[in-house]
């Protein structure tokens, strides 16, 4: 599962940014979707490197959502999102964060996430970066807000139908 060209581009992706010394990990639904044995066909990276940091370290990259930290990154396996580690602003449309501030902490950007079961980070080596016990959620078949339920909801209502619809797969 984790052999397809879009985890070997993300790996890829990682292994330069560590080499030019950040962080770098798988996060989201890939993750999720890897422990639920399921194949995972959108494989993003977050990293520490700030987004013109990313830039500089590959040759071909286009600004996809550079205001919000993410970079689509080309190499040879296929395109990569790459997103800076960052914390949200207010959200007052209740969809998107009016603004986003750049960290370098992982545990920060996981911290934003809606749900325990996409706020898990995978490193290169296959192991797991896990916070808020998202694995033991997934084992449990629960889906659990990160945080406050009610204030994530209340930043992006759409995660309430995220949430019906991850209940609804077995």
Not at 37 to 60: Q, Y
Not at 80 to 109: A, C, N
């Amino acid at each position: 599962m984790q052999n397809n060209n879009e985890w070997q581009a993300a790996f890829f992706v990682i292994e330069q940014l560590e080499q030019a010394g950040f962080e770098a990990v798988i996060v989201g639904g890939a993750v999720r979707d890897a422990l639920l044995n399921r194949p995972a066909h959108d494989v993003d990276v977050a990293t520490n490197a700030l987004p013109e940091e990313v830039k500089s370290v590959f040759p071909r990259t286009v600004d996809i959502g550079i205001q919000h930290g993410t970079v689509l990154v080309i190499v040879p396996a296929g395109p990569v999102e790459v997103t800076s580690y960052r914390t949200d602003g207010e959200y007052t449309d209740h969809r998107r964060p009016e603004k986003v501030q750049f960290v370098r902490s992982l545990q920060e950007d996981l911290q934003r996430r809606d749900f325990t079961m996409n706020a898990i980070a995978m490193r290169r080596d296959g192991s797991f970066v896990d916070y808020y016990g998202g694995r033991q959620d997934i084992d449990k078949h629960i889906i659990r807000a990160v945080g406050d339920a009610p204030n994530r909801f209340a930043e992006d209502a759409l995660r309430m139908l995220r949430a019906i619809r991850f209940s609804a797969q077995p």
